[in-house]
T-cell receptor, first 114, second 109 residues
Framework: DSGVTQTPKHLITATGQRVTLRCSPR?????VYWYQQSLDQGLQFLIQYYNGEERAKGNILERFSAQQFPDLHSELNLSSLELGDSALYFC?????????????FGPGTRLTVT | GIQVEQSPPDLILQEGANSTLRCNFS?????LQWFHQNPWGQLINLFY???GTKQNGRLSATTVATERYSLLYISSSQTTDSGVYFCAAPRGATNKLIFGTGTLLAVQP
């Protein structure tokens, strides 16, 4: 158990819908990262927050947004869902905001868009 | 940005055999992590090893930062070692990890 929690574990929804994925970092970690794992793109970095502020952005679509709350949990919002958004979404956390800082991954949320 | 390559892409072993997985990275790094993704999809931290050698039970890892590669050794493999092994390095000064394409390991009884 990494100490990072994610809910829900599985999500099945229809195209055009909106979903929210939730992540709680390890105790004491201030950075939260979101990654997407799809069959064709592999594991890709989406976005990082540190202590409530956005720190780095990767290949995140405009339909996707995230935020980190004062209690340090984070939410990833995916809207206008398309079939291609079906993937495993991971949240990770680390103590620091920049390298080197070991990242610990949550169990992931498996999103299926039908 | 940094490129991360892993080899071999897949590997089939008999239980009890040893194996070496390789990770090459294109730029110098100050952080390298190895992960095991089990058949249920969970990403499990194996090693945080920017340089040197670390051991944890039957697994060990060595990173030679000056030559830009890292090796993961699995000894006396077990069926529970099956899954995909990823290495990942951060891009630049940020901590966003760039993952390799992974090595798919199948350990047969």
């Amino acid at each position: 158990d990494s100490g990072v929690t994610q809910t829900p574990k599985h999500l099945i929804t229809a195209t055009g819908q909106r979903v929210t994925l939730r992540c709680s970092p390890r105790s004491g970690d201030l950075s939260v990262y979101w990654y997407q794992q799809s069959l064709d793109q592999g594991l890709q970095f989406l976005i990082q927050y540190y202590n409530g502020e956005e720190r780095a952005k990767g290949n995140i679509l405009e339909r996707f947004s995230a935020q980190q709350f004062p209690d340090l949990h984070s939410e990833l919002n995916l809207s206008s869902l398309e079939l291609g958004d079906s993937a495993l979404y991971f949240c990770a956390s680390s103590e620091g905001q920049s390298a080197p800082s070991e990242q610990y991954f949550g169990p992931g949320t498996r999103l299926t868009v039908t | 940005g940094i490129q991360v390559e892993q080899s071999p892409p897949d590997l089939i072993l008999q239980e009890g055999a040893n194996s070496t997985l390789r990770c090459n990275f294109s730029d110098s790094v100050n952080n390298l992590q190895w992960f095991h993704q089990n058949p249920w999809g969970q990403l499990i931290n194996l090693f945080y090893i920017p340089s040197g050698t670390k051991q944890n039970g039957r697994l060990s890892a060595t990173t030679v930062a000056t030559e830009r590669y890292s090796l993961l050794y699995i000894s006396s493999s077990q069926t529970t070692d099956s899954g995909v092994y990823f290495c990942a390095a951060p891009r630049g000064a940020t901590n966003k990890l760039i993952f390799g394409t992974g090595t798919l390991l199948a350990v047969q009884p």
